[in-house]
């Protein structure tokens, strides 16, 4: 029996450990990160952060194939169409990632 709560223990802590997330900041608007249909501005980070300014869109990551809303939604404006690494874990239910930090990518 112990080794089964020990599993499990370990299983859980892993599952709420801290992953990092690398993609571009767009808006839940152009959650592809295609700006070509929106471009509310002159490049894609003017066109993101109108889009959250001006039409209520929230800030997410777009790695390529998804995108992941954002539960931090202040720092992302400086990185609005730059590649990050998002460090936080991942509500997959409601495709959030709850935010612990945010980094430029290398």
Do not use: W
């Not at 929230?58 to 460090?87: I, R």
Request: aromatic share 6%.
């Amino acid at each position: 029996m112990k080794p089964l709560i020990f599993s499990l223990l370990i299983i859980a802590f892993l599952m709420a450990a801290p992953l990092k997330f690398t993609g571009v900041i767009t808006d839940s608007m152009c959650a592809d990160g295609n700006h070509s249909q929106m471009r509310m501005g002159p490049t894609d980070a003017e066109c993101t952060r109108a889009c959250v300014e001006a039409h209520g869109a929230t800030y997410v990551l777009y790695d390529g194939k998804h995108g992941y809303t954002l539960s931090d939604q202040k720092t992302p404006e400086k990185f609005a169409g730059k590649k990050v690494t998002v460090t936080g874990t991942l509500d997959a239910k409601t495709q959030t990632i709850h935010v612990d930090s945010i980094t430029a990518a290398k």
